[in-house]
């Protein structure tokens, strides 16, 4: 698609920018933003190719996020830039927008493996709010008789503006929503996030078939530790307990922190006899990491188990099975010089 440099074509694209800037504004994360950015640029500022990079200041580079165009698979598997390198890089190194009609003559470009050497002009400018530089936006077009006018120009600066701003509002929102759903401790997912997954796994399962289970765990010892050692250990043995429960799950899995010394796992695709297994293993495994961060003997786990459906028809029924069924081994470890792990 090309677009007239006349200025009757400029004036067409100011219109399309004015209704096509809310709907990018309105968008909840940061992917939704640069999806909605790159169809709205197609619509008032027509191109071959279009890229954005989000950038990592700390590791000074920009990878693929997003791409559209005919080599939109080269890009996404080979586009990665440090600053400095490439138009991209140039602009993230130096925070100025760029505008090359002749982009394959230009020292600064760079030619992506895999994709040709055409003739094209590029717009590249960098996404930057609040003072930090998010993205790095490159618009291309391809051919001999192809040019980006200065009104073009100035609208894509006034765009990406604008694309930054919602960047930045997309990625504050996304922050404050894993705030809510995230143990501020251990990182682990909170007792609210746990229960709305729980929630949806379940329904599956009925609607769909398959089978789900559910761990409780409870560690023992903490207060001892916090008593002996002081909380700031206690702090230490609950991310111990985190860190195991989640080296030692499988894709699919969740553990959550539901409160205090309390932790939860949901068993995908597992039955009670999985669940079981899984749950001795754990147990064994938080045992011995707590042992070694805490020095104290009897410190560990405590893990009972339930499997949706034959433990309990609904969440409700299925989580009060897997409570009793951790308090039954709580009381075995006490009944024993060495514990059972959990009850069977």
């Known amino acids: 698609m090309r677009l007239s440099t006349t200025s009757r074509a400029d004036a067409e694209a100011v219109s399309r920018f004015a209704e096509l800037v809310g709907p990018v504004m309105a ?16 619509l008032f500022l027509p191109y071959d190719a279009c890229d954005i990079r989000s950038a990592n200041d700390r590791r000074r580079e920009l990878v693929p996020v997003l791409s559209r165009g005919p080599h939109a698979t080269e890009v996404m598997l080979h586009g990665d830039v440090t600053y400095g390198q490439g138009l991209s890089g140039w602009v993230a190194l130096h925070r100025q927008a760029l505008l090359t009609n002749t982009a394959q003559l230009d020292p600064r470009a760079i030619r992506i493996p895999g994709t040709p050497s055409v003739p094209e002009a590029a717009i590249a ?13 490159v618009v291309r077009r391809e051919g001999y008789d192809v040019a980006f006018t200065e009104t073009e120009f100035a609208l894509a600066r006034s765009f990406a503006d604008l694309i930054a701003i919602a960047l930045d509002n997309a990625d504050l929102r996304v922050r404050l929503e894993q705030q809510a759903s995230t143990d501020p401790l251990t990182g682990l997912p909170n007792r609210r996030y746990f229960s709305e997954a ?3 796994r379940a329904r ?5 078939g398959g089978t789900l289970s559910v761990l409780l765990i409870d560690v023992d010892g903490l207060k001892l530790t916090n008593d002996t050692l002081g909380h700031h250990e206690g702090d230490r043995l609950l991310t111990t307990v985190a860190q195991t429960l989640s080296a030692g799950l499988r894709e699919g899995d969740l ?15 597992t039955d009670g006899a999985g669940a079981s297994a899984i ?10 990491a707590a042992q070694v961060a805490t020095g104290i003997r009897g410190v560990g786990a405590s893990v009972g188990w339930a499997e949706f459906g034959s433990d309990g028809r609904d969440v409700e029924e299925l989580l009060i099975a897997a409570d009793r069924s951790m308090y039954e081994a709580k009381r075995r470890n006490h009944q024993r010089a060495r514990r059972p792990r959990l009850s069977d």
């Open 279 to 288: 749950a001795r293993r754990l147990a064994d495994a938080i045992d011995d």
């Open 27 to 42: 968008q909840r994360t940061p992917e939704s933003v640069r999806r909605h950015a790159a169809d709205a640029l197609a």
């Open 198 to 200: 729980l929630g949806v």
């Open 125 to 137: 400018i960098p996404l930057i709010a609040t003072g930090s530089l998010k993205d790095v936006l």
């Open 204 to 208: 599956t399962v009925q609607e769909e």
């Open 255 to 269: 553990a959550a922190r539901l409160a205090g010394d309390e932790f939860a796992v949901l068993l995908a695709h």
